[in-house]
């Protein structure tokens, strides 16, 4: 039986004032109208069984992911974040604990995959890798643009037939000159951050290379079993006390990255993983001067402008040139979008003064 684990937990604060508090971007209708967190459970229909998709989210959140998720998956309340090596190596373990020990998918909750059909093809193929060997699988994907906000995958040899092949290595975020490079060079790839692998194997893949880490995971096992068995409060006391004290670092970081044995499918669908104004912008119709418009947003007189009209009140952007400006009941922003991904710096910011809004309307 296969399993799948969704990342739940972000806080998608470069989408303030349209994520805040109550209601991160993963819980807003951004995928072409859909919520995200909706799109990626479309995504695991017919391929990966409702009783084993593990949502990780945090217990803030997690009433509001309950009641959008209904019986289409199994939410599980994170007491504190840890990046994503902690959240996957629990996963793994109430996979075990289910007897799911074939192919495992993580999806992150956030991202835009406008054709179901073509990604769910390329999961069928990264699955049946992973479960073939003793693989740690993600997606490369081909990019379109010299990305300086992305990690890289570099492709190495070819696994058999298809479009799977061994990493040869992972790289990090680029400066532009080095991404220009990546993409006229035709062997590197974005990195999506999604993988398929089995329980077991990357397990073994945390004790060889994270062994502190992987010890305080494996001490979950017991919450696991306790979880999966419908003992929720036991294994969520368990969590309360044993993850706030395990390490916070990426499964990139802790595996990925050290692993001789990963390997990667050449993604064939559209991806995005909407982080910031500007990556939604790229998805909206343009005037002829370049301005994206939302909502009862007007442009006068203005160019490569993006806009949101959040509310009643119109929003005009009157000779403006390079601008976000987005009204909504959660705040106001306005600034240039060479800044959208500084936008957290606002979020802090309120937060330091309380002035944040949470659920309430301003």
């Known amino acids: 039986m296969r399993s799948a684990l969704i990342l739940a937990g972000g806080r998608g604060e470069r989408f303030w004032p349209w994520s805040r508090p109550g209601h991160p971007k993963q819980l807003l209708p951004l995928?072409?109208?859909?919520?995200?967190?909706?799109?990626?459970?479309e995504r695991l229909q017919g391929v990966v069984p409702p009783e084993t998709t593990w949502i990780l989210t945090g217990a803030d959140l997690?009433?509001?992911?309950?009641?959008?998720?209904?019986?289409?998956?199994r939410v599980v309340?994170?007491?504190v974040g840890r990046n994503t090596a902690p959240a996957v190596g629990y996963a793994a373990l109430l996979s075990q604990a289910a007897g799911a020990e074939d192919g495992m998918a993580v999806l992150a909750a956030d991202h835009l995959i406008p054709d179901l059909a073509v990604f769910q093809k390329d999961l069928a193929a990264a699955l049946a890798l992973a479960e073939s060997g003793d693989r740690l699988v993600t997606f490369g994907i081909p990019p379109t643009r010299p990305e300086t906000g992305y990690g890289y995958l570099e492709r190495g040899a070819p696994l058999g037939p298809?479009?799977?092949?061994?990493?040869?290595?992972?790289?990090e975020k680029p400066d532009l000159a080095t991404a220009e490079r990546y993409v006229a060079g035709g062997n590197h790839f974005w990195n999506s951050g999604m993988f398929c692998w089995r329980?077991?194997?990357v397990l073994a893949a945390l004790d060889r290379h994270r062994p502190a880490l992987a010890q305080g995971v494996r001490s979950l096992a017991k919450a696991a079993k306790a979880f999966v068995a419908g003992h929720p409060a036991v294994s969520g006391d368990a969590l309360e006390e044993i993850f706030p004290g395990l390490e916070s670092v990426s499964i990139d970081y802790a595996v990925m990255e050290k692993a001789t044995n990963a390997a990667m499918i050449e993604?064939?669908?559209?991806?995005?993983?909407?982080?910031?104004w500007t990556a939604w912008a790229r998805r909206q119709a343009r005037d002829p001067r370049g301005n994206a418009a939302s909502g009862r947003a007007v442009t006068i007189d203005s160019d490569d402008c993006v806009v949101l009209g959040g509310g009643a009140r119109p929003v005009v952007v009157l000779g403006g040139k390079g601008l976000i400006v987005i009204e909504h009941e959660g705040g106001t922003l306005?600034?240039?979008?060479?800044?959208?991904?500084?936008?957290?710096k606002a979020v802090a910011e309120l937060e330091e003064r309380g002035w944040l809004a949470g659920d309430e309307p301003r």
């Open 77 to 79: 309340e994170e007491p």
């Open 162 to 171: 298809g479009r799977a092949f061994a990493v040869a290595a992972f790289r």
């Open 62 to 73: 997690a009433p509001r992911v309950r009641a959008l998720v209904g019986d289409k998956a």
């Open 334 to 344: 306005v600034c240039p979008i060479e800044r959208a991904d500084e936008v957290r």
């Open 267 to 276: 993604a064939a669908f559209e991806w995005d993983d909407l982080g910031s």
């Open 199 to 201: 329980p077991r194997v």
């Open 31 to 41: 995928a072409n109208g859909k919520i995200l967190l909706s799109a990626t459970l």
